[in-house]
């Protein structure tokens, strides 16, 4: 297997990284963090200009990417600046079902940094289970109608554009009856409070009380669109939790190398050393399993499931031992608000419960690995 990036791709990678780098430093994410809209508007048109958002869509949407590869490196990008921008809920989980469908115009204004997307999928009780949907949709005279609540809806209380599941038929938990709204959240009917999250983020409890609809998709015949959307928010989320620990193995790494007791540098401790060592190794085993999801993400579904669950299993048990690991050795300091490290490690930690922590996708790979044959 060819390991080496293309050109494009090269040149993508590089220009993210030098503007997250040059415009992005850690103080300025704490503003736009602890603004009231969570982000920077102007930031996000930034990111727009310079293609990122671009980057995640496919050429049949008139995007120039949109394949794992390209997902991979741009959320790799974003993790090692611990960047609030919505690219996770309006680049990946909102415009996921979006390109399934080819509206290519909705997403056009995506790209543009005009428009802001968000799935709002997850219910109150439904835990991890994707087919677990109670809120419901029925058809009458002036369309759908939609009732329920979302919760935890990732940048909801931002969004022009909500992408709402609901059933339509079957039980609670089956994966029959499902689709997919497209909702205008500013109508009669939708109640959104937003809040921050502890890693910096926002999110919204949303609640519709015969909200309008517009079907995105074929009602009923929605979950391959939902779970496709998930596995693409997962393998974003593993590259940027990557990135992420990348940036706070670095900063170990150099906090090692300059912090002086007994005359010479702690890292001249061997057991230390060690323990970097093994940070190491854990990274770079992290960094091959996202590859691999990446590389099949356009897979069949239990090859795409499989490997989708792998690395989301490996990323929140090396995650959290990164972050661990990292504020063991900076030792008092590291629990500062001064310091870059921490927010890394909060961001990696909380991304292990982001779409399943590691006890559920240890149970999806075993599932799906015995499918396989």
Known sequence: MDFNLSEE?????DTAERFIRERYPIEKRHDFAASELG???????DF???GLIGALMPPEVDGYGGTGEDIMLVFEALGRGLVVEPFLASG?????PLI???DAQTLGQVMAGERLLALAHGEPDGRYALSHVRTRATQGAEGWRITGAKSVVFNGGSADTLIVSARIAGDADAEDGLALFRVDP???GVARRGYATIDGGMAAEIT???AIGEPVGTPGEAYPMIERAIGR???AVCAEALGAMEVAKDLTLDYLKTRVQFGQPIGANQVLQHRMVDLLIEIEQARSCIMLAASTLDAERTTRERNLSAAKHLVGRVGRLVAEEAIQMHGGVAMTWELALPHYAKRIVMIDHLFGDTDHHLERFIRFSREAG
């Open 9 to 13: 791709r090269r040149m993508l990678t």
């Open 39 to 45: 982000f920077s508007r102007a930031m996000w048109r």
């Open 48 to 50: 727009a200009g310079l």
């Open 92 to 96: 990946i989980l909102g415009a996921s």
């Open 100 to 102: 399934d469908t080819g």
């Open 186 to 188: 500013h109508q009669q």
């Open 208 to 210: 519709m009380g015969g």
């Open 233 to 235: 928010g997962i393998l």
